[in-house]
């Protein structure tokens, strides 16, 4: 039996695009979620998939390993898991408060660690891991004091664990998405935000969620096994740009 997947995250946007993907790659996939709203709608949408949907908080140690055990008494061992769950903030450093840094760096950063370390302790035969860090990870922006950060120690954290776990067949990878057409980002760009970004990517547009999951699709996939450690940028050429003209 193929090993499981599981995606935090997984029921809006990146999370959910990254579930339909492997579904189409015959992964049997698990989507946990804090939202149980969102949880409903994603079941909706993959009515009659090899899916199970749980509510699970990934600031929660307890809540993460029920989830997990679940997913294994379920599905099975767990070969992939897709770190996507997270929250973004576009507030000044000035502006942001110590309670909301630490909230932020508690679910991007500290989740995915704890989910990490469920899945490697239930991991089958192999496992890839794929966290979704950002590239305001990799390059200052303004008004991602927190987000950065939080992104930025997603990278780090990665790379330490491809270094740790390496040699237990297991690898560990990061997409570092630009501005994608999501849910949070309908929220958090206003009109001129989305100019400004504009401006900064060579391709002129905003990255689509299923061009992002084909990247973690190939990321978690046997054609991957020799890359680990590694953070591939899908951001149409932001963080390569120089001076762009305007148009």
């Known amino acids: 039996m193929k ?25 049997p996939v ?13 079941e909706d949408a993959l009515s009659g998939e090899n899916a ?13 390993a029920e989830a997990f055990d679940e997913v294994v008494d379920r599905l099975g061992l767990i070969g992939g898991l897709v770190n996507s769950a997270g929250i973004a903030r ?6 942001t408060s110590a309670e909301l840094f630490r ?3 508690d679910v991007n950063l500290v989740g995915s660690f704890i989910s ?24 200052a922006n303004r008004g991602r004091v927190a987000y950065g950060a939080s992104k930025a120690g997603v990278k780090l954290m990665s790379e330490v664990l491809a270094l740790e776990f390496g040699h237990r067949a297991v690898r560990v990878n990061c997409v570092a998405p630009g501005p994608v057409e999501s849910p949070a980002t309908a929220r958090l760009h206003s009109p001129e935000d989305r100019k400004r970004w504009l401006g ?19 990321l ?26 305007e148009r």
């Open 200 to 218: 900064r990517v060579p391709q002129a547009r905003y990255g689509e969620p299923e061009e992002v999951a084909a990247a973690i699709a190939f």
């Open 30 to 42: 698990a989507i946990l979620d804090a939202d149980s709203e969102a949880l409903t709608r994603a």
């Open 52 to 64: 199970i949907f749980v509510a699970a908080d990934v600031t929660d140690e307890d809540e993460v």
């Open 3 to 27: 090993q499981s997947a599981v995606i935090t995250g997984g029921a809006s946007g990146i999370g959910l695009a990254v579930a339909e993907r492997l579904l189409e790659d015959g992964w």
């Open 116 to 139: 990490a370390k469920a899945a490697l302790e239930r991991m089958g035969a192999t496992l890839s891991i794929v966290n979704v860090a950002s590239v305001s990870g990799l390059r």
């Open 103 to 105: 909230e932020i760096l």
């Open 220 to 245: 978690l996939s046997p054609e991957a096994s020799y890359i680990n450690g590694h953070t591939l940028a899908v951001d149409g050429g932001f963080l390569s740009a120089g001076l762009i003209e």
């Open 90 to 95: 576009d507030l000044p450093a000035e502006e």
